[in-house]
């Protein structure tokens, strides 16, 4: 597979804010739990176990996917709450997630990219072997950190083009409650030629949450 490559940002001029007519149907979602810290809420920790878990580490260059061992999660109280800390050190994960077991050890190629929070108006632009992708964000409120705060974003949507093909939405989210998306890594999760994307997805402040969102679905 041809490593992808950062091309540039820019911000989104009129040739991009296309209408909704012109948008196909979302990405399919594959939730993913948070391990960068080593720890788990307990929301997390009771998750539907009965499948194959697996674990992605993630460095700049590539995702590879380890089997992963629910028996390496660890209960410890807290003065305020009780949590769960990862005690597997070597080939730690960086996220978690359910999955089919055929695809342990599977290495994938990454992009470097940034930024990594698209304010509407923004976009960044890649090209993924010989096909040029942009992601790009709409919305309503301020086009940069420097002009306002994400609590006056509202009507956000954040979509997906490919060379002249139609727009496709990846998310929308009407408004924020001091958290905001952001995108976490792309590159090609299931080998099907096209890009997919790990997004933070949660707009309140209370919590975060992680999305894979790919053209196929993933098992």
Excluded at 125 to 145: C, F, M, N, Q, W
């Amino acid at each position: 597979m041809s490593p992808l490559k950062f091309l540039n940002i820019a911000f989104l001029g009129s040739l991009f804010l296309l209408t909704s007519s012109s948008v196909k149907a979302q990405y399919q979602q594959k939730l993913f739990l948070n391990l960068r810290q080593g720890v788990l809420s307990e929301a997390d920790y009771f998750a539907d176990k009965s499948g194959p878990w697996m674990g992605a580490v993630i460095t700049d260059n590539e995702l590879k996917i380890n089997p992963f061992n629910w028996d390496s999660i660890q209960l410890v109280e807290g003065e305020m709450d009780n949590y769960y800390q990862l005690t597997q050190k070597k080939n730690a994960p960086n996220f978690i997630f359910e999955g089919d077991a055929t695809i342990i050890g599977k290495k994938i190629s990454s992009t470097k990219f940034a930024p990594n929070q698209l304010y509407p108006g923004q976009r960044i632009v890649l090209k993924h072997e010989a096909d040029d992708y942009i992601i790009y964000a709409t919305g309503d409120g301020p086009r940069s950190s420097k002009l306002g705060s994400i609590s006056d974003i509202s009507n956000y949507k954040l979509f997906v083009k490919k060379n002249n093909d139609q727009s496709e939405l990846l998310l929308s989210i009407d408004f924020f409650d001091d958290n905001f998306v952001a995108i976490e890594w792309i590159g090609d999760f299931n080998s099907d030629g096209k890009l997919d994307f790990l997004l933070q997805t949660s707009s309140k402040y209370t919590h975060n949450e992680y999305q894979l969102f790919t053209k196929e679905t993933i098992k």
